[in-house]
């Protein structure tokens, strides 16, 4: 079955600072890819995505990009924010065999301390 | 920005009693969702609703559990006989489909936090 997993937390880095979340899946097709913010007292947010490898994507200053040669996706910010303080899901939809469900990783939560 | 709208943001309620969770998905949306939030724990997919029929549910989503769509906007989900474990946060979602892109991303809304005492 699919499976994502995911860096083990929680990370906490000062502002400025160069982050890495690490991500991996075991999938049986082709899997779109996530990341997932919450932030505290909210729900979940899309934060970015790629649907085909070597696709990267990118919002708010974050990246990932789709490695199929080893199964990851890994999340990384430049400069992150004291606003970026979140718990960052990674998650795998695969739809070659009709299943559009997400299947998330455990969740890595970040903390930025000025 | 259209949105996922979940109501109520917490609900408490005593260990037996059933309870409903509603959501309103975005309007054009054709694929609905729940999913749950043990404290602490990863997000876990309960079940998935598409053409007025249930196209996949886990090993979670037992005979307690139930949802429906009630009319043109609404999709709930309904627990009969509530658990001290069935305590988390509900996530409902909605998704699009295109046939030449495959499904976009899910929306979730906001939560349910549900508490059993």
């Known amino acids: 079955g699919n499976s994502v997993t995911q860096m083990e937390g929680p990370v906490t880095l000062s502002e400025e600072a160069f982050l890495t979340i690490n991500c991996t899946y075991t999938a049986t097709g082709y899997p779109s890819l996530f990341w997932y913010v919450q932030y505290p007292g909210e729900g979940l947010q899309l934060l970015l995505k790629a649907t085909k490898a070597d696709d990267k994507g990118s919002n708010k200053g974050f990246e990932a990009t789709y490695r199929k040669e080893t199964t990851s996706f890994h999340l990384e910010k430049g400069s992150v924010q004291v606003s970026d303080s979140a718990v960052y899901f990674c998650a795998l939809s695969d739809l070659s065999f009709g299943n559009e469900k997400l299947t998330f990783g455990t969740g890595t939560r970040l903390t930025i301390i000025p | 920005e259209p949105e996922v709208t979940q109501t109520p943001s917490h609900q408490v309620t005593q260990m037996g009693q059933e309870v409903i969770l509603r959501c309103v998905p975005i309007?054009?949306?054709?694929?609905f969702y729940w999913y749950r939030q043990i404290l602490g724990q990863k997000v876990e997919f309960l079940v998935s609703?598409?053409?007025?029929?249930?196209?996949?549910k886990s090993e979670i989503f037992d005979d307690q559990f139930s949802v429906e769509r009630p009319d043109g906007s609404n999709f709930t989900l309904k627990i009969r006989s509530t658990k001290l474990e069935d305590s988390a946060m509900y996530f409902c979602a909605s998704s699009d489909f295109g046939y030449s892109e495959g499904l976009t991303e899910a929306f979730f809304g906001q939560g349910t936090r549900l508490t059993v005492v």
């Open positions: 309007s054009n949306h054709l694929y």
């Open positions: 609703f598409y053409n007025n029929e249930i196209s996949e």
